[in-house]
């Protein structure tokens, strides 16, 4: 298992030389999204679509 810095040192790596910071910044966040979605996935904290369509639709009364 990678630690947190060799993560983000691949992620980097990954990206084109002439990235700008905040290009290597949005890949960064967007990692760190994607790895927590999968976490929660794996953890079971999950949501159906049916459960967020009532939730939707509560808020709009």
Known sequence: ???AKEEMTEAIRSQP?????EE?????AFKCMVD???EDSRKG???TNEEIQH???TWQE
Do not use: P
Not at 24 to 28: A, K, N, P, Q, W
């Open 36 to 38: 927590r979605g999968l």
């Open 45 to 47: 904290r999950v949501v």
């Open 24 to 28: 290597i910044m949005r890949e960064l």
């Open 17 to 21: 030389d002439d990235a700008s910071y």
């Open 55 to 57: 939730r939707i639709h």
């Open 1 to 3: 298992m990678q630690t």
